[in-house]
């Protein structure tokens, strides 16, 4: 069994930042790709960044490319999403991932609430 906890959300104005953190546990974070996903009530949940154990390989989402940053601390089994000039579209409940590529991901997080106002 493997443990996401996520912090770091917050209520912020529209061009403000976040960062974002999940702390993994119960597991070794070895060979783990994390990953990031968001929410927002009545929507689907959608893809926002990846990225692999090594950190050699990182994927994110049209909409937050240039403005997010995927990164973790393996020696603290930790990822982070850096979040900067943020719009009211960034809205959601942000979940932490994890699996073995950063395509298939097989453990998640509870949330953590993001939101910007206009």
């Known amino acids: 069994q493997v443990q996401l906890v996520e912090s770091g959300g917050g209520l912020v104005q529209a061009g403000g930042s976040l960062r974002l953190s999940c702390a993994a546990s119960g597991r070794t974070f070895s060979s783990l790709a994390m990953g990031w996903f968001r929410q927002a009530p009545g929507k689907e949940r959608e893809f926002v960044a990846g990225i692999s154990w090594t950190a050699t390989n990182t994927l994110y989402q049209d909409s937050v490319k240039g403005r997010f940053t995927i990164s973790r601390d393996n020696a603290k089994n930790t990822v982070f999403l850096q979040m900067n000039n943020l719009e009211p579209e960034d809205t959601a409940v942000y979940y932490c991932?994890?699996?073995?590529?950063?395509?298939?991901?097989?453990?998640w997080g509870q949330g953590t609430q993001v939101t910007v106002s206009s």
């Open positions: 991932a994890a699996g073995g590529s950063l395509r298939r991901y097989d453990f």
